[in-house]
């Protein structure tokens, strides 16, 4: 129960990864708030994980659903230790020439501006305590790009440069930063993009698979931990040997 005591908050943790992540978080003793746009979902995976999770709804391309998330959560938790960054969406498979603006953007929305904006609104609270974990999920896309992905690689990429920038200017504050980088894993999201592609990303990683979200929970588990201790700013793959920098 390393987590006893903790309050964590998990985007996108109605389904796929954020729900294997706070699904973890919570059996390790932690209390969660499942942060989600489908509320409905949300409400049914925290039920499904039992009373020490709740859902809240959260927009997180919105600084006002970010305010709202905040308001339930301390009133729900008191405040928060714990926040992982997870909720994100492909966008539309297609070379660069052939996507709209707001194809472009709606994937940055969500993917990045997202990522800073729930840093900012739970950042100050975790300076007051001089306590704090933040995970956010990249992807290896962000550091290889993905051809027919350039809005998701771009976004990735983003996701790290920010996670290094906060984690320097938190470091003396108690409050450590790190994002993990995913080569493709077994969820919804998949069904986004073409065979075609889901083809190129498996034929890239040298174990021959696909990751599974358990796998993902439990490497961001780690460094939600107190287990964590002189790692800040860092990048953590897990591609089965994809990765090569």
């Known amino acids: 129960m390393q987590f006893e005591g903790k309050r964590a908050l998990v985007t996108g943790g109605a389904r796929g990864i954020g729900a294997a992540i706070a699904t973890r978080l919570a059996a390790d003793g932690a209390k969660v708030a499942i942060a989600d746009v489908d509320i409905d979902k949300g409400k049914e995976t925290a039920k499904t994980i039992g009373p020490n999770a709740i859902a809240v709804k959260l927009d997180v391309t919105s600084p006002e659903s970010w305010q709202a998330a905040k308001a339930d959560v301390e009133k729900a938790f008191g405040g928060l230790d714990i926040l992982?960054?997870?909720?994100?969406?492909?966008?539309?498979?297609?070379?660069?020439?052939?996507?709209?603006?707001?194809?472009?953007?709606?994937?940055?929305?969500?993917?990045?501006?997202?990522?800073?904006?729930?840093?900012?609104?739970?950042?100050?609270?975790?300076?007051?305590?001089?306590?704090?974990?933040?995970?956010?999920?990249?992807?290896?896309?962000?550091?290889?790009?993905?051809?027919?992905?350039?809005?998701?690689?771009?976004?990735?990429?983003?996701?790290?440069?920010?996670?290094?920038?906060?984690?320097?200017?938190?470091?003396?504050?108690?409050?450590?930063?790190?994002?993990?980088?995913?080569?493709?894993?077994?969820?919804?999201?998949?069904?986004?993009?073409t065979d075609e592609q889901v083809k190129y990303m498996t034929n890239r990683i040298p174990m021959s698979r696909v990751g599974q979200p358990e796998e993902v929970a439990a490497l961001a588990a780690f460094l939600a931990s107190d287990d964590l201790s002189f790692s800040t700013g860092a990048v953590f793959d897990l591609s089965g040997g994809r990765a090569t920098y």
């Open 84 to 193: 992982v960054n997870n909720a994100g969406i492909a966008g539309r498979a297609a070379p660069t020439w052939e996507l709209s603006f707001e194809e472009w953007k709606q994937v940055i929305d969500i993917d990045l501006t997202g990522v800073f904006l729930g840093c900012q609104t739970f950042i100050t609270g975790m300076i007051d305590q001089s306590y704090g974990r933040i995970v956010n999920i990249a992807s290896i896309a962000g550091k290889e790009g993905n051809p027919n992905m350039v809005p998701y690689s771009a976004a990735k990429s983003g996701v790290i440069g920010l996670t290094k920038a906060l984690a320097k200017e938190v470091a003396t504050k108690g409050i450590l930063v790190n994002a993990i980088t995913p080569a493709v894993i077994a969820t919804e999201i998949l069904s986004q993009l």
